[in-house]
């Protein structure tokens, strides 16, 4: 049963230095299962650490991740995407020189098993295999819209289409938390709205979301949960509402002397009205 | 402006029965190439058939390293190594003890698989030129070590000298001919292997890995093992093309398996195309039937070789004939 509070993903005190610099200093989070919650805070505040950190990417220097109560920390990248965490980049990582089609197909890869004998011998079990993984990328990118695009090199879709892509991809390997790193990086304001749009209905789909996100239209408008870092630690955390007011996430964004251009709610207030 | 227009019929007229030749062509042009292929020896010279023969060896290798450059991207200029292995298990194993060549085209098959696997294991996570300088070295290490006659199994640097043939029916495949169509039998059977695993999932997790190794790891590819696969599959085919190559040579010495061989399998599968199994096949023929074609330059060989290589980086860096991908339009027959 799923009760709202459920924890799907728990990190607890973890903790990753680079040489001097402490990245993420003794970081705690819970991700509720069913929900999009949203990791925000100031550049180099740590956020694509902690992800890099839960994919696997890097090890954590102390603490645990847990994901559905397993350990996740010495696990492999794709030990992690197997267990159910999928992911998108920040900086976009597509397979530039094949298809869209088979960029969603390399999500199903995991959730397969042909081996190289059969896959030459095309025996009716790998067979049935292949069917089932196109129909499966097939529903994935039509989830995005992206059907049309199925047989365009990755390379030459438009930038707009290429996050979408990505997520179609993560959709693929059937995660029960999908990761998200700067989604709406680079959107224009339509795209963003559909962008929106897009993670709700995934959310909605039973696959609770993480994302990082810059753009507070975005993460105001469809986070259950924010967690706010900055210098690698959490200062605050709480519902959307909650957050905006906390005068220490103010501080963080803005300096103590407010000073900045930077508004939270974009929609109410009009863009660079004061740079001093 | 009439006579304009008239002219234009004319060309147009001249040009209609193009679309059905190019359509006749683009549908038989598999069995067109089998029937010339098969022709071919029966029409031409033993020397010609002996330049195929080698073209058809070369195009096994290339197809083989073209799993490991061009399909995974792992830059490996060791590869003669692999098929030093091939070539010496069958020989030193037919010569000793007798067995047969069709055994022998498995068993160094396997043999070389097990080797690239023990000595790709340790060097597998290393990228782009630093993988290449240490196959580099394990092509030299095997050299060696095959020219320094270990328990006087190799023979140095006299290398050994196999007289058994591979034998069909109780008659012996040894005429120049008799090579072309085994020869070009194999390069069938693997090409038909090799397309079948390209579209399956194997092949496209190796163009992942080609691609971008971290985005393939978050999509939950096992890239290790993905790259090792790779790895010991070519050694493998490499290997058992060193049978027929031990067979067709009679005498296997190190000379054979240099540095200077691995580049010239590397250079096929980049002229080629990477991945791509038709470029392999160009590839092969630039680099061996036209040096053939132009002996009488022979002086000037490297001169041409360096220039072509220079040329085709500026103009055409994907190869000759470059991979093409996989569309759903293709498979569902809607055309071309």
Known sequence: MKTKGEVLLALSKVSKSFGGLRAVDSFDLDVALGNITSLIGPNGAGKTTVFNLITGIYRPDAGSIRFEGRELIGRQPHQVAKAGIARTFQTLRLFENLTCFENVLSGQHCRTSSGTMSSILRTPAQKREEAEVRHEAERCMKLVGMWDFRDELARNLPYGYRRRLEIARALATDPRLLILDEPAGGLNEKETGDLMELIIGIRDSGITVFLIEHDMQVVMGISDWVSVMDNGRKISEGTPCDVQRDPCVIEAYLGIDNDDDFCFEASQEPEGTEIS | ?336
């Open chain 2, 1 to 336: 402006m009439a006579e304009r227009i008239g002219r234009a019929d004319f060309t147009g007229r001249l040009m209609a029965p193009l679309p059905v030749v190019k359509s006749l062509l683009s549908k038989w042009r598999i069995p067109i190439l089998i029937g010339l292929g098969i022709v071919f020896p029966l029409v031409a010279g033993n020397y010609w058939i002996d330049v195929a023969v080698f073209w058809g060896i070369y195009v096994l290798l290339g197809l083989s390293l073209n799993i490991i450059v061009g399909e995974v991207g792992l830059f490996n200029m060791g590869h003669s190594a692999f098929f030093a292995i091939g070539a010496y298990t069958t020989a030193i194993l037919s010569e000793r003890f007798g067995v047969s060549l069709w055994l022998l085209l498995p068993l160094s098959g396997f043999a070389a698989g097990v080797a690239g696997y023990i000595l790709a294991k340790p060097i597998i996570h290393l990228r782009g030129d630093y993988l290449l300088i240490v196959t580099i070295g394990l092509n030299e290490i095997i050299r060696i070590t095959l020219l320094n006659n270990p328990w006087g199994l190799t023979g140095g640097p006299n290398g050994i000298i196999m007289l058994d043939q591979f034998r069909m029916f109780g008659y012996a495949i040894q005429r120049p001919m008799d090579f072309y169509y085994l020869v070009w039998a194999f390069v069938a059977i693997t090409v038909f292997a090799l397309v079948r695993l390209q579209r399956s999932r194997i092949g496209r997790c190796w163009n992942y890995v080609r691609e971008d190794e971290i985005a393939a790891a978050a999509m939950g590819i096992d890239t290790r093992s993905a790259k090792l696969l790779a790895f010991t599959l070519g050694a493998a085919i490499a290997g058992a093309t060193g049978t027929v190559f031990a067979a067709k040579l009679v005498v296997i010495s190190p000379e054979s398996f240099t540095f200077m061989e691995s580049v010239i399998l590397f250079t096929i599968v980049i002229l080629g195309g990477m991945g791509s199994i038709p470029g392999v096949i160009l590839g092969s023929a630039a680099m061996m039937v036209l040096p053939e074609l132009l002996r009488n330059f022979s002086k000037y060989r490297m001169l041409f070789f360096g220039l072509a290589m220079v040329l085709m980086m500026i103009f055409r860096p994907q190869g000759l004939w470059p991979s093409r991908r996989w569309t759903t339009i293709l498979r569902e027959g809607e055309g071309e």
